[in-house]
């Protein structure tokens, strides 16, 4: 089906026998001469005419052979009109299962571009349980809901589940269009290395293809996506399959210094913890998974041989940069560092940093 017919879902049908019933008009048959030449009693061709009885094979055959229209035409019309009875009779239902979607970021969602606005609720149901990949609500509560009911015991984590599951499926759409290599370690320990001297480069335009290309040779889907409102997470890890990693981020604190720091926490997860798990940036219940993940990104970028160094380091702009030009990374990177560890106050140096805002 085209995108043009999916969209195009007409709430009246034509019945089969509305054709059937013109030709016999042209022809000047009556029912009871097209149930002769049939073979049908007069009472079943009545049916067939109503829409009431269905065109089967063998009907499609007779009516190929009395009526001049092949056996596929008809075939194909009786499956449009049952296909648009369904769907008629399954968009009444749905409609019953609206109040889902008072639970979904759905302005975010369809503001970002994830979905459609549509017509009627029973649509914008249908349209929602598309886009997450599920058949009714009750599987979209145990493929996203539930498995997020962990996080929701954390004080650190906003109510709005959902509106987390949905940025997360985002990031799953996003990943399944990226081609990736089978996962190997060692390669995106490479990767990320060659990743850390691209903490310079400011353009997002140049640097986020180059962070997809690099982590997709190593088996890492990247992908940037905003977060919808309810949905406080700076970045997510998971596992896709064995051989693919999903590392998502949302540019929630817009500056580079938190991006990069973002992207390395998560690689670190990728490195470090086991396929079964789920990462959510900053609502982590496992303090320890978190705690090394944010040493090995403060490691990566900034060495601990070089670390030591930071509470001698002169309160300038200058000294900073000198630094960071010194050890290969951005100047926010270590005005970042410094800020977080108390070196230097929260309102000192930030013109180094580069902010980012989505269009």
Known sequence: ????????????VSPPGDTIADLLEEKGWSQA???QRC???????????????????DTALKLERVLGSSARFWLVREAQYRETIARQQELKSLEAEANWLKQLPLVDMIRFGWIRKCRSKGQQVAECLQFFGVSSVDVWQKRYAEPLAAFKASSKFDKDGAAVSAWLRQGERVASEIACQPYDKA???QALVELRALTNETDPKVFVPKMITTCARAGVAVVFEPAPKGCPVSGATRWLSAEKALLMLSLRHKTNDHLWFAFFHEAGHILLHGKKMLFL??????????????QFASDLLIPPQFAKR?????RTYAATKAFAEEIGVAQAIVVGRMQKEDYLPWTHLNKCKVHYRWA
Do not use: C, V
Request: cysteine-free; charged content about 30%; proline content about 4%.
């Open 1 to 12: 089906m085209t995108e043009q017919a999916r969209l195009f879902q007409p709430d009246w």
């Open 281 to 294: 940036e900053n609502m982590g219940l496992d303090d320890e998974h978190e705690r090394q993940a944010d």
């Open 39 to 57: 073979g049908y009693t007069t009472k079943h061709a009545s049916l067939l005419i109503n829409g009431k009885a269905s065109i089967t094979e």
């Open 310 to 314: 930071l509470p001698f380091l002169e």
């Open 33 to 35: 001469e097209f149930a």
């Open 187 to 189: 390669l995106f320990k």
